[in-house]
């Protein structure tokens, strides 16, 4: 008997609809497996961070993120600031699951409810924003950060195939915008196309733009892509760029770093987790929140390979 008592953060919305598609036949294995839950829909942006501070002192052992990788963001948020260190798991129902890639999470539910069940307790970094947000996967800028708002546009096409199609309309449309980024011991200061900030190896529905990172290192990767010479290059050296074979191209600056100050006189386009999101004030620094976060995983020896 499972004495556990999870609390289900639901985003109805996720996966432009997906996570309401399949919500039946969630509570309907949840009600087989006789599991001790209550739900909560989220209905507007920030709640699921709010809900999840509110449910730490209710007596709840589990706080449950369904949905994709920005409902993940939010209830991480809420369960970080509220200094507790709660256990979190997840049913992945959004577009990218880039957290659940990472995780050895499945995205396929029934699996997913498992997991929370029989999985193991695995303690993670998480990304964070001074002064302002956490991060479970990363902060695109750029390029990744506009196809996010593109998909999030998009009425016909999902997952994957969603973010492909975005990523390659702004590979050909985007233009380049000028940042400075300061680590220790290092300078790259050029004109960039895209910027990914990263916990996870992943991001962008399956994008492997840091394929070095590990979530539990202690680092960020900072994959910084700048412009190539013509849109045909850009367009060729995409597929490296999802299959994580971009570290060889002189375009490509790569560091690992506990820390990076960001900096930029344009207006910067960025996504948090897949979510558009407005960056603070420039100069800002992003630094790594090391052993943060308890998370319902597959353990990283048996969890998929890099």
């Avoid at 006789?34 to 709640?47: A, G, I, Q, R, V």
């Avoid at 999840?52 to 369904?66: C, L, P, S, Y």
């Avoid at 990472?102 to 498992?114: K, L």
Wanted: net charge neutral; with cysteine; glycine share 10%.
């Amino acid at each position: 008997m499972d004495n556990r008592k999870y609390f289900l953060i639901v985003n109805l919305i996720a996966g432009q609809g997906h996570c309401k598609d399949i919500f039946p036949r969630v509570k309907a294995e949840l009600d087989r497996r006789n599991l001790s839950y209550d739900t909560h829909f989220t209905n507007e942006p920030m709640e699921a961070t709010n809900v999840a501070q509110m449910v730490i002192e209710a007596g709840f052992t589990h706080i449950i993120a369904m949905g994709g990788d920005g409902t993940i963001n939010e209830v991480v948020n809420g369960i970080v600031k509220s200094g507790t260190p709660y256990p979190l798991g997840v049913i992945p129902a959004g577009s990218g699951n880039d957290f659940a890639r990472v995780t050895g999470i499945p995205t396929d539910p029934m699996e997913a409810i498992e997991l929370l069940v029989s999985g193991e307790e695995r303690v993670i970094d998480l990304g964070y924003i001074v002064g302002d947000r956490y991060f479970v996967n990363g902060v695109g800028i750029g390029i990744d950060a506009q196809a996010a708002r593109d998909v999030l546009a998009m009425n016909h096409l999902r997952g994957a195939v969603a973010y492909l199609y975005a990523a390659v309309k702004e590979v050909i449309l985007f233009k380049a915008f000028p940042v400075k980024l300061v680590g220790k011991g290092w300078t790259e200061e050029r004109e960039f196309i895209s910027i990914g900030i990263a916990n996870g190896k992943y991001s962008g529905g399956g994008f492997k733009l840091a394929p070095r990172a590990q979530i539990d290192d202690g680092l960020l990767d900072i994959a910084a892509i700048e412009d190539f010479p013509s849109r045909i290059k850009r367009l060729i050296n995409l597929p490296r760029a999802r299959k994580g074979t971009h570290l060889g191209l002189a375009e490509v600056h790569y560091h690992q770093a506990p820390k990076v100050t960001v900096s930029s006189p344009a207006t910067l386009v960025a996504h948090i987790d897949g979510e558009v999101y407005r960056l603070p004030k420039s100069p800002f620094e992003i630094t790594v929140a090391a052993k943060i976060l308890h998370v319902i995983a597959v353990p990283p020896e048996s969890g998929p390979s890099s």
